[in-house]
């Protein structure tokens, strides 16, 4: 599986941007997909995920906000983010969860090294 993410930049408070991760890999629309983000010095934060029944779970923070999505036939994986905050200013990251095939957990915001991940792309949001 291989995951390029693209669409971050920079934007001012209430902006909003649109990211993309473009996927690689057989079956790949049986994953669970999502999207994590880093700041500086923070941990990793699951920010959504979305299932290969298009069921969506999101973090606290984004929830109203962001808006994931996936096109199958075009094997692309979206992040609509609006209202964009200085607190949002992160590396975002694409995720695909193939543990969830094999049953070993539930569908979510990913936060686990054993995923398989992108290699990023930043978003930075100005106040």
């Known amino acids: 599986v291989q995951l390029v993410e693209s669409g971050g930049g920079s934007v001012q408070a209430g902006g909003s941007l649109r990211l993309s991760c473009e996927v690689s890999?057989?079956?790949?629309?049986?994953?669970?997909m999502g999207w994590a983000r880093q700041a500086p010095g923070k941990e990793r934060e699951g920010v959504a995920s979305?299932?290969?029944?298009?069921?969506?779970t999101y973090g606290d923070s984004v929830k109203g906000r962001f808006t994931v999505s996936r096109d199958n036939a075009k094997n692309v994986l979206y992040l609509e983010m609006s209202g964009l905050r200085p607190e949002d200013t992160a590396m975002y990251y694409c995720?695909?969860?193939?543990?969830?095939?094999?049953?070993?957990?539930?569908?979510?915001?990913?936060?686990?090294?054993?995923?398989?991940w992108g290699q990023g792309t930043q978003v930075t949001v100005s106040s």
């Open positions: 979305i299932d290969n029944d298009g069921i969506t």
């Open positions: 890999g057989y079956a790949w629309s049986t994953f669970c």
């Open positions: 995720a695909a969860d193939l543990l969830v095939i094999a049953g070993l957990r539930r569908c979510q915001p990913p936060t686990s090294d054993d995923n398989y």
